[in-house]
Every structure is written in structure tokens, then in C-alpha cells.
């Protein structure tokens, strides 16, 4: 074996299970294709100690510490397939090379699939958001709009109002009961039925959206509850189980967050349904945590 832990991903969780295992003195090594789902943002919140930095600072601040930890080894590449052999596992990377390790934390995270709206992605990370807990508090007070993309909007058009005066868009893509409208109106939302047609910004700033009857509905920030789909086809091709959800697919873990393949294990937005910057933390440092005592024999 090349290493003791192979980790597969080196944003929040990943950094986080090898700081873990660096102190424990196990060889491992971090691959990362250098793609953080939270690259657009601008700043990153809600992580104490860290308010209102970029992630890229987070992130390399983070690394300048793993860097003392000598059995701790990054390389920047893309991990394309799994597989299992009789002492562990082997990770075949796109430029040909293989790595193999004891164990397998899979810290991949998650590509946030957004919808060909035009001028949607141009404002994404920036004030068409997913977490009013990650950013919400930067609005508070202005004019939010929820996106409608199918039913998780309607939990997040309940939410949204506590930040302040919230348009509920439902973009055709949203059935709502007489009970849903009396509910959200008790809220205090408004809701604009019809299809969104394009997000306006000008000046590097949102301020509106369009609908396709041509009515422009005015607002400063519009979250989204975008679904997801993993990066690679690591954890198909090793055989783990996959929980589907309303958003996306989410890797099945028992409680040492190891998945239905033994050896594997996952931390971050791949196995977590409430993906933040904290909670991905928490998750690389427990999955490291358990890796070491899986190793104890």
C-alpha cells in the first residue's frame, strides 16, 4: 500500500479528515481536482473565527497547516475510477497513475446542477444564492426572492422571510394547495405565478427577474434550492449505497461515517443533506477520527 488513507477531495472535509489523521502519524494523501463547491462566493460565514473571509483564504491558510504534518501528502488531480483489491483500494487518476491505501474517505462534494436561465449563472455565489444561513444575513432586509425549481423551494420560500420581504417565483415548477398559499401569505411572502424567463443584473448587481409576460419583478437577492449530482462515479463504481433525495443523490454512512462498502468512508456536501462550510468540518474530523481506529486492527 502507497498510503494508509487514500482522501478523495481537498476542500473543508477532506483538509479536515487529514488534519485528523496527520496528528494520528498515518500516511495519507489528499487528491484534489481544485474545484470547491463554494468557489463563487465571495465570502464564506456562519464559521466562527473565519466570518466574511473568501474560502480561498480559508482554504489555503488551511493547507499552509497541513504542511506540517510530514506523513501528509497532496496531490492536485481528478480521480476517475475505484476499485477494491484484497489489502485496500486503488485510485486510477486521469493523467494514467494509480494510488493505493488501506482506506478510502471520499470527500468529493457536490456540483450544484442550475437551470439554463438565463443570467442565472452569472450571479451565482454572488446574489442568487442557496443558504440564507451562509449568506442571508448580507441581504437582510432587502428584497428577496425565492427561485422555484420543484418542491424543496416551498421549505425555503418558509424560511426566507425571516431575513426580510421575500417573492416566492414559482416558475411553473411549483404546485401549491390552497393551504401552501394561505400558509406562506400568513409569512408575508407574495407569490408571482408564470415562468421566470431571465435574471437581470446590472452593474454587477441583481436587480430583478424577468417573466415570460414580460413583467419584471424587482429584487436584490433570489435564493435557489438547487439540485446536486456527484462529481465522479467514485462511489458507483465501489458499490456504496446511494440515498436518493428530493435534491440529489447522498451517500449512505452507519454512525463512524463509513458507507455500505467496508473501508470506505465519506465526509462533506456527499453524505451531509444540510451542506455548510461548518458542517463539512465537523464531518472530515469525525471520518478521520474513525478511519485511525478502523486501522487499530
Known sequence: MDFDVIIVGGSYAGLSAALALGRARKR???IDAGSPRNRFAQAAHNLLGQDGRSPSSILQAARAELAGYPSIRSLHGNALS?????????IELADGTTQTAARLILATG???DLPP???LRERWGKDVLHCPYCH?????GQRLGVLALGAPALHQARMIPDWGPTTLLTNNSLDLTTADRSALVARGLQIEDGQVAEIISRDDRLIGARLASGRVVALDAIFVAAPWRFPNPLAEHLGCAIDDTQLGPMLRLDATRQTTIPGVYAAGDASEMMKSLPAALYSGAIAGAMVHQSLLG
Not at 475505484?82 to 486503488?90: E, I, L, V
Not at 442571508?136 to 437582510?140: P, Q, T
Open 117 to 119: 436561465l438565463p443570467g
Open 82 to 90: 475505484a476499485d477494491s483489491t484484497p489489502n485496500g483500494f486503488t
Open 110 to 112: 457536490v456540483v450544484d
Open 28 to 30: 495519507a494523501l489528499v
Open 136 to 140: 442571508g444575513f448580507e441581504f437582510a
